[in-house]
């Protein structure tokens, strides 16, 4: 491990380097907060006139919470020793650049804040029901790795990422257009659900080692990392295979085969973890992963939109 640079002028410089602060919002993992959005309102076109500053709002309070939670994950993996210098996938803020434990969780709570002052908003125009939804989808995402228990160190962070990234997000923007959910809306958001677990998969199939060093007991632990990596190539088949079911039985439109398209992503995904055991190794299947994630769920949006348009 290289020895910390410990410049003062280096840290402060890095104070108002912007690009420090955007990188610790993690932004390659946002789009598992947007992709939802778009899904939710897609789907609600057949059943209403799209309120556009109220996707706008969703939009961007799920976007500050999933920059907050990214940011209390980096404190706190920073806390209980699993970040340093040399750690791959993570923003860096307070390893590398300096910045303090104490203002990188400061900054996560604002960005709670702003999301809740949104989240008012979003209520007033809506159902105040969603504030409820909100504050547990905030608590969540503190609790991820905050806590005696983090959720992060048991085998069901897959689970909750995918519940609360994937069903809760889609199923609140399509409320918060229509005040309606529906048995499509539902079945249409569980794919999306399984991937963004595959995410926090790909991610503890990276990290195993390290976790496993901290105590960690992730799935990818539990499971061994050559199963693990079976279990994520049969995450990607389920999604798809999904899609299918639900064209077949009519329940979604045949336009929904395009996310077909994102297939070569899910392989190229799977195949870069086989054989792989060094994190730095791991990345570039972590980051198909990522993308797999976003080419299906923009492709899913697309033939939403198709399916009402023609």
Not at 157 to 186: D, H, K
Request: net charge positive; with cysteine.
């Amino acid at each position: 491990m290289q020895p910390r640079i410990n410049h003062n002028t280096q840290f402060v410089s890095n104070k108002f380097n912007w690009r420090v602060w955007w990188k610790l919002t993690r932004p390659h993992t946002l789009t598992a907060a947007f992709v939802p959005v778009f899904i939710g309102t897609a789907l609600a076109l057949p059943y209403t006139q799209i309120d556009v500053p109220l996707f706008i709002m969703m939009l961007l309070a799920c976007l500050f919470i999933q920059a907050a939670t990214n940011m209390i994950n980096e404190y706190f993996d920073f806390k209980r020793g699993l970040d340093h210098e040399e750690s791959v996938g993570i923003g860096g803020a307070i390893v590398r650049e300096g910045i303090q434990p104490k203002t990188v969780l400061s900054l996560a709570f604002f960005l709670f804040g702003i999301a809740t002052l949104i989240g008012v908003y979003i209520c007033i125009q809506t159902n105040w029901w969603l504030a409820l939804i909100g504050t547990i989808c905030m608590a969540a995402g503190y609790f991820y790795t905050g806590g005696p228990v983090p959720i992060a160190y048991t085998p069901f962070g897959e689970l909750v990422a995918g519940l609360f990234m994937g069903n809760i997000i889609i199923l609140l923007s399509y409320f918060t257009q229509t005040n309606a959910i529906t048995i499509e809306s539902v079945l249409i958001s569980i794919p999306i659900s399984i991937l963004v677990g595959a995410i926090l998969l790909a991610n503890n199939i990276r990290d195993l080692d390290g976790d496993k060093e901290h105590g960690r007991k992730t799935l990818a632990i539990l499971v061994g990392r050559k199963k693990a990596v079976q279990v994520l190539a049969g995450m990607f088949i389920v999604s798809y295979l999904w899609i299918i079911a639900l064209i077949t039985l009519s329940i979604a439109s045949p336009w929904l085969f395009l996310v077909i398209l994102s297939i070569p992503k899910s392989i190229q995904a799977t195949k870069g973890f086989i054989g792989k055991t060094i994190p730095l190794q791991m990345m570039p299947a972590m980051k198909a992963t990522a993308q797999t994630n976003t080419l299906f769920g923009l492709l899913l949006s697309i033939g939403l939109v198709l399916a009402y348009f023609i």
